[in-house]
């Protein structure tokens, strides 16, 4: 591989600079003049009552990443299931294993409790 | 499918496999399986993957279409790994981290050792990723395993926080490799850069640096050591036993196949780098060591020099420099271990176990555990005739025979100075300490002292069996640079 193979590369970087340059630049020059009644948060025109940033419970992060996890194991299957056919039994095994492990995965983390609201 | 060789790749298997075992053991209803089932798994799937690696050790096979090698060189470091792990569960026998976790301390203990397992066979680039991430997440958890100790949490976030610097760093290393030769696979790589100098690849001096400088986050050589000490002091002393010596050996697994096995007609380049390396390391390591008096740190800081040390048979990349690496990865992990060992008995007798001072006059009161720490000690810090000095001797004439005597003297200075701080823990060792002998003495539990024993026999087995294990030595490092 040459180096002047990736010039595109090197010319995608320099557009994606040049854009957020320009963006962050536009909005300097263009800005308007804030005021305390302009930067508060906007709902329907009634004062804010409470504090905007909230906190989320932990079982939130929990629960997604057991989505990703499952989510992912779609990801995998979905390019097995087109080519089962050519692999034949061993891609089927192969297949199974991965399988095995993620149900493994999955009664670990019920046992643990991981699944129940608290 | 057809290159889905999975005979070369058995010893990962059943390493994985146990670890899924292990979990599950842990979770099962009846007392007496949740507790020693995870280890009794653990233990037989450790000696189970030991087995086959010393019945691949004639074999030179690929799998997974290149992915994953089998040949002496990464089952010398899977038994290095293996035994680590091995050791670590046994030293690991009733400690608080693992008591209420034993499927996870187990399972992630056998996690790690597949990702370096991984590293030690990686035929690719991605392989080499892989393995240094699946070995680096589950450090990760079992640092901060001790979740009651705010210091364990501290060493967990800290050592995740320089980990994930590190793999950002090694893996754009990488990618500049791939953009640079237009493969993966190392054997093509090898090919690609054949008779090529660093003048010619702009791109591939950038790599080498970033690959140099990630695995030496994994290694902790100097100057990216700076989370070994917190991370080394805060983590279970279990879990700091087995990153000493397990993660320091896979960080020079990746070094060895990166850099000897595949750029070395570059050689002349990046040795240079990676002597530097060497000597900063050696010199921050042993001066660093010689002003603490927590034992976990002294050892971090050991560690360091010693990573100093193994980076010179790397830098030399010959044969000779290969395989004085690999015997002293051997002879490191023994003493290692066995110092750990130690301070592991001695941390649950007494609130302050990891200081100096907790092994004051205990030589007199535990003449055994006496004598393997000062085996160690006296084994780190190069006396002969133990494995220590062989190995050193070995990297340090390869250094001299490859003409780098800068590396040789950095070397011998470095030992010179590290007898201030080894010595000082025999001289306290046994010393007649306080009145009524050393505050607090218990029973050792039976896997523990056999681990102990077993580790501080470890170093004078391995300077013993010097000469068959320098031949298994040369047929790894002959198998990893000449394909």
Not at chain 2, 117 to 141: C, K, R
Not at chain 2, 164 to 180: E, H, K, S
Request: with cysteine; aromatic share 10%.
């Amino acid at each position: 591989m040459e180096l002047s193979d990736y010039l595109p590369i090197l010319i995608y970087f320099a557009g994606g600079l040049a854009v957020a340059g320009a963006i962050f630049s536009l909005s300097k020059l263009v800005k308007s003049k804030p005021n305390p009644s302009k930067i508060l948060p906007y709902e329907s025109g009634i004062l804010p009552s409470t504090p905007v940033r909230q906190r989320f419970s932990i079982d939130f992060y929990l629960t997604a990443m057991l989505f990703i996890v499952f989510d992912i194991e779609l990801a995998f299957l979905y390019p097995i299931a087109v080519t089962l056919r050519d692999d034949g039994l061993v891609g089927l095994v192969v297949l199974l294993v991965f399988v095995f492990t993620l149900i493994e995965a999955l009664a670990y983390i019920w046992k643990k409790g991981a699944l129940e609201w608290r | 499918m057809s290159s889905l060789n999975v005979v070369a790749s058995t010893p990962l298997l059943i390493t994985a496999g146990a670890a899924t075992a292990a979990f599950t053991a842990g979770l099962l209803p009846g007392r007496t399986v949740r507790r020693h089932g995870p280890a009794l798994v653990g233990i037989a799937g450790i000696v189970a993957a030991m087995v086959m690696s010393v019945v691949l050790w004639d074999d030179r096979l690929e799998a997974f279409g290149g992915g994953l090698r089998a040949d002496r060189f990464s089952a010398l470091m899977n038994l290095i790994f293996l035994s680590a792990a091995l050791l670590t569960i046994l030293l690991a026998w009733r400690e608080p981290a693992a008591v209420d976790r034993r499927g996870e301390y187990v399972g992630l203990i056998l996690v790690s050792a597949t990702g370096m397992m991984l590293v030690a066979g990686a035929g690719d680039l991605i392989t080499i990723f892989l393995g240094i991430e699946v070995l680096s997440v589950s450090l990760y958890v079992l640092c901060a395993l001790e979740v009651w100790r705010e210091k364990s949490l501290e060493g967990g976030l800290k050592y995740l926080i320089t980990g994930a610097v590190g793999a950002a760093v090694l893996l754009y290393g990488l990618t500049l490799l791939f953009g640079a030769t237009g493969s993966t696979q190392l054997s093509e790589i090898g090919a690609q850069l054949r008779g090529t100098s660093f003048t010619d690849e702009p791109l591939v001096i950038a790599a080498m640096v970033l690959i140099a400088a990630g695995l030496a986050f994994k290694a902790s050589a100097a100057p990216f050591h700076m989370w070994t000490p917190d991370v080394y002091e805060g983590a279970p002393t279990t879990v700091t036993a087995f990153m000493a010596t397990a993660t320091k050996a896979a960080a020079f697994a990746a070094f060895l196949r990166i850099f000897s096995g595949v750029m070395p007609d570059l050689q002349a380049d990046w040795s240079i780098a990676i002597g530097a390396l060497a000597v900063a390391s050696i010199a921050v390591g042993n001066i660093a060591a010689l002003v603490q008096t927590n034992m976990k740190r002294m050892l971090a800081y050991s560690s360091v020099a010693q990573a100093g040390y193994l980076l010179i048979g790397v830098a030399v990349g010959s044969i000779q420099g290969a395989e004085a690496t690999l015997y002293y990865l051997l002879a490191y992990g023994a003493m290692t271990m066995a110092a750990f060992a130690i301070v592991i008995i001695r941390e649950r007798e007494v609130e302050d176990g990891d200081m100096l001072g907790a092994l004051e006059g205990y030589g007199r009161a535990r003449p055994v555990l006496g004598a393997v720490m000062t085996v160690a000690m006296l084994s780190l810090a190069g006396f002969p005739p133990l494995s220590g000095f062989i190995g050193k001797f070995l990297l340090f004439g390869s250094a001299l025979e490859a003409d780098m005597a800068w590396l040789a003297v950095a070397g011998a200075v470095g030992s010179m100075i590290s007898l201030g701080y080894y010595l000082r823990v025999v001289t306290v060792m046994w010393a007649p300490g306080p009145e009524g002998g050393p505050r607090k003495v218990l029973a050792v539990p039976g896997p523990v002292g056999l681990a102990t024993v077993g580790a501080g026999l470890g170093v004078i087995v391995i300077s013993l069996m010097a000469s068959p294990l320098l031949d298994a030595c040369r047929g790894a490092a002959q198998s990893l640079l000449a394909p």
